[in-house]
C-alpha cells in the first residue's frame, strides 16, 4: 500500500502506472486502488511532497511593461538579478537613507562623520585623547577647503 501523507512515493520501472479517463491518476505501485488523483475537471489535486525534488537553476518573470527579468543565486550563494550579483540598497555609494533609525551595538563610520544642524553643516572629529571637535563647513568659492572653525 503507498503512503501518500507526507512524501512522494518513488516511481518503480514496469509497476509503476498513470491512469488517464475522465481524470488522471498516479499510482506508483501499480494499485488502482491506491491510485491517487492528480488532476481532474475541478483543478489540480497537487501536495507539497509533489514537489520535494524541484530544483530550478532560474526564475524568469515578465514585468508589467511586458520586460523580462530573471533570477538565479551563483555558486556562493549569492542572488542574482539578471546575472549580477543583487546588492543591497543600504550598500550603495552617494545614497540618502531617510527616516528614523535605532542601531544596537557598535556603529563603526569611516571617511568622517557630517552632521546638519539647523541648515548649516558640520564635520565631527575626535582627537587622539578622544576630544569631540566640531568644525562648521562653509560654502567652496574657492582654493579653500570650505571648513571654518568654530
Given at each position: 500500500?503507498?503512503?501518500?501523507n507526507n512524501k512522494r512515493p518513488g516511481i518503480v520501472e514496469n509497476v509503476s502506472a498513470l491512469g488517464i479517463g475522465k481524470a488522471i491518476y498516479a499510482a506508483p505501485d501499480g494499485e488502482k486502488q491506491t491510485?491517487?488523483?492528480?488532476?481532474?475537471?475541478?483543478?489540480?489535486?497537487?501536495?507539497?511532497?509533489?514537489?520535494?525534488?524541484?530544483?530550478?537553476?532560474?526564475?524568469?518573470?515578465?514585468?508589467?511593461?511586458?520586460?523580462?527579468?530573471?533570477?538565479?543565486?551563483?555558486?556562493n550563494g549569492d542572488l542574482l538579478v539578471?546575472?549580477?550579483?543583487?546588492?543591497?540598497?543600504?550598500?550603495?555609494?552617494?545614497?540618502?537613507?531617510?527616516?528614523n533609525k535605532t542601531y544596537e551595538g557598535q556603529t563603526k563610520?569611516?571617511?568622517g562623520l557630517v552632521i546638519n544642524s539647523s541648515g548649516s553643516d558640520?564635520?565631527?572629529?575626535?582627537?587622539?585623547n578622544g576630544n569631540v571637535k566640531a568644525t562648521k563647513i562653509a560654502e567652496t568659492?574657492?582654493?579653500?577647503?570650505?571648513?571654518?572653525e568654530n
Open positions: 500500500m503507498t503512503d501518500w491510485a491517487r488523483l492528480l488532476v481532474a475537471a475541478d483543478g489540480f489535486h497537487f501536495k507539497n511532497s509533489d514537489f520535494d525534488d524541484l530544483k530550478l537553476l532560474s526564475l524568469s518573470m515578465l514585468s508589467p511593461t511586458g520586460n523580462t527579468f530573471s533570477i538565479s543565486f551563483d555558486g539578471n546575472g549580477k550579483v543583487y546588492a543591497t540598497p543600504t550598500n550603495q555609494s552617494d545614497e540618502t537613507i531617510k527616516g563610520l569611516s571617511g558640520y564635520e565631527i572629529l575626535v582627537d587622539e568659492a574657492g582654493e579653500n577647503d570650505g571648513k571654518t
